[in-house]
């Protein structure tokens, strides 16, 4: 029933952002009506959830829902008057305070993005808000740790359907003090990963394209820092060991007098402060602050030309285990472990937190009884053999079993039977002086040449290549594929009936093999004939599987393809295919400037044309792929009057002097 509510508020939004809806005040009305229903119903299932994955689901819900209802109230106020006030952040973005499940949290809030249509700009403009409410939190808190969570809208062409889906993207819990630059902090940990994510999900074989940016979600959680304090006793058991020297010093500088009593070891009374040099005079700790956390130690590294590795102790059973909590990136000459213990474990007490930092004089005699029974030195992995031991173990390796071991292609209604290569070239416009000096710009790019083919797989006598020279050239293109529809169109709604032969007849009764997908017929299968719809006579193909004859039903959506359609040609083609031919463009865009293909709807048409970009599966220049060609049996079709001299000619790589023509008169010259 929520799922139902959810999925038609985002119907509904859909229709009012695109403008297909004829009663808009009515239907906000009614969608903040629903926001507002799915709102109470999301508070009394998080009261009512017992796991931790439960509660973050309907957390994501909430947040959803909030920035719907957000951006059905902006829609709402369109229309109440011209505002000459000079656009901010906060006409572009919004935040709300939503209820947290977890009691670790400080606050939970949702930014909903009002205005934005790339994610990068979007993610800028929420830093301002992001910011105030950091400091509000580290007005009461030490330290904080923070995640977010961006939210999308994707879309995905699917055969003759695009299907449509909310997908979010997390990033890691990540520590804040009240001396971090938070700018630094935000594009290192929000905007990078977040933007990485986003360019790596979308390009890498996902079909999923960014359609609208919806939100992001900011978690701002409790954190106690591993700080180190004033003296505290080394748990008895660790104790015994006589492993640690802990120095009993009353300030909280703990850690600066444990570098010190490993740099100056005593014999007699280690744990006596007056037995050392004060730290200040052998230890550089120039912006080092008191008491010192975790984050501060690659900085007394760098100081004094140490390495520095840390240790904690977590309670298991009656005892304690030894694990490291900070290994230094460079081990040096000079080494020194460190020990940080608690005042309490696993106790429950009122009485606050506190850490101490000790001297490991002997790590083997601290982790003997944990590696083995065996009360004999050990050799402990330090940072260099533990990157290696890391690098060589970092996953199990599984092979697949002999029925999982081949990838094979399984969509056979993708085969196409019809497709259309194409390209164009531009003239270089040079660009006034006056426009030079004031910007970057130097040429004005206009297309001049189209040219495109149209390879038919199941008749190669309906192939054909056309191409036109003009300034007009990409409404001639619109028009021939408009043309180009009709004629398509005609063919699909006037299918053939099979038409075999006996001799065909007997094949089909002796094949043990589909010859779609070529795997064999079980006694269970179903074995149909499969012919083809577009042509009359001989139409027969061969036996296949009921479900691959199916799955090899004619579409009809025909690909155009052009080599860096996304960096180049989309520019000019975009503007004609919209403007020039009847019908909506589907986007999939990369950005609001690049797309990873567009999809033309016809109307009253039922062929569609998907321009693809062939440099997303062929990453290479066209002249590298031609190179690899040694015969030619589709340019010799289209032009099989040439001569040897003109044919080499044409297939060779020519230069095209771009700076030179720069109009469409030198054409002619």
């Not at 506190?354 to 992995?381: A, G, M, N």
Request: charged letters at 25%; a positive charge; glycine letters at 4%.
């Amino acid at each position: 029933m929520l799922g139902a509510i959810i999925t038609r508020i985002r119907a509904l939004l859909t229709l009012l952002v695109v403008g297909s809806t004829s009663r808009a005040n009515e239907d906000i009305k009614a969608g903040l009506r629903e926001c507002t229903l799915a709102v109470r119903r999301l508070h009394k299932e998080l009261k009512q959830a017992e796991t931790v994955g439960k509660k973050q689901h309907l957390l994501g819900q909430l947040r959803e829902v909030k920035s719907m209802s957000k951006q059905l109230k902006t829609l709402q106020k369109k229309g109440a008057g011209i505002d000459s006030r000079k656009q901010t952040a906060r006409d572009r973005i919004h935040w709300d305070d939503t209820t947290s499940a977890f009691d670790s949290r400080i606050r939970t809030g949702v930014i909903t993005n009002l205005k934005h249509k790339d994610p990068a700009s979007f993610l800028k403009d929420c830093f301002a808000l992001f910011k105030r409410r950091i400091n509000n939190a580290l007005k009461k808190e030490a330290a904080v740790k923070v995640n977010t969570v961006f939210g999308g809208e994707f879309v995905m062409a699917k055969a003759d359907r695009v299907l449509m889906e909310h997908k979010y993207f997390s990033t890691s819990n990540s520590a804040i003090y009240r001396d971090t630059d938070l700018e630094q902090w935000f594009n290192a940990k929000v905007i990078a990963p977040i933007v990485g994510e986003l360019s790596e999900f979308q390009e890498r074989d996902s079909g999923w394209a960014l359609n609208r940016v919806v939100n992001l979600g900011v978690n701002i959680n409790k954190f106690t820092p591993q700080m180190g304090s004033s003296y505290i006793e080394l748990p008895q058991q660790i104790k015994a060991k006589h492993a640690c020297i802990n120095v009993n010093n009353n300030d909280k500088a703990c850690f600066a007098w444990a570098l010190t009593s490993a740099m100056y070891p005593v014999v007699k009374h280690p744990q006596r402060i007056s037995k050392y040099p004060h730290y200040s005079e052998v230890l550089k700790l120039k912006g080092v602050q008191f008491p010192i956390t975790l984050k501060q130690i690659s900085n007394v590294e760098k100081q004094n030309n140490l390495s520095i590795n840390v240790y904690i102790l977590e309670k298991r059973g009656s005892g304690f285990v030894t694990l490291p909590t900070y290994l230094t990136n460079d081990k040096k000459d000079r080494h020194i472990n460190l020990l940080l213990i608690q005042s309490r474990y696993g106790d429950v007490d009122d009485e606050p937190l506190r850490y101490h930092y000790v001297w490991i004089k002997d790590l083997s005699r601290l982790l003997s009884s944990q590696l083995s029974k065996h009360k004999t030195k050990k050799h402990i992995c330090d940072r260099k053999h533990y990157e290696d031991c890391k690098n060589g173990n970092d996953c199990k390796v599984r092979l697949p079993n002999e029925e999982q071991k081949s990838l094979k292609f399984k969509n056979f209604k993708n085969k196409e039977k019809v497709v259309v290569y194409a390209d164009l070239e531009s003239v270089l416009k040079q660009v006034n002086c006056i426009a030079q000096i004031n910007g970057n710009k130097y040429q004005h790019h206009l297309p001049a040449v189209v040219g495109y083919y149209v390879k038919c797989s199941y008749d190669p006598s309906l192939s054909f290549y056309r191409s036109y020279r003009g300034e007009d050239c990409m409404s001639w293109f619109a028009r021939e594929m408009n043309q180009f529809a009709e004629n398509v169109e005609t063919v699909f709604l006037c299918p053939f009936d099979i038409k075999s032969t006996p001799a065909q007849e007997a094949d089909f009764n002796r094949a043990t093999h589909c010859h779609i997908c070529e795997q064999s017929f079980k006694p269970d299968d179903v074995k149909v004939r499969d012919h083809n719809h577009l042509i009359p006579e001989n139409n027969y193909r061969g036996a296949a599987h009921n479900s691959c004859n199916i799955n090899y039903r004619d579409g009809v959506v025909v690909p155009v393809i052009f080599h860096n359609l996304s960096g180049y040609d989309a520019n000019f083609i975009l503007e004609n295919i919209a403007n020039d031919m009847p019908g909506r463009v589907d986007l999939l865009p990369i950005t609001k400037e690049k797309y990873i293909s567009f999809t033309k709807n016809l109307d009253q048409n039922l062929i569609k044309f998907r321009f693809i970009d062939s440099f997303h599966f062929m990453n290479s220049s066209l002249d590298t792929l031609a190179s690899s060609l040694t015969e030619f049996p589709n340019l010799k079709e289209q032009f099989p009057d040439l001569g040897k001299y003109q044919f080499n000619l044409l297939t060779s790589k020519g230069i095209f002097c771009y700076d030179y023509i720069d109009n469409m008169e030198k054409f002619d010259a």
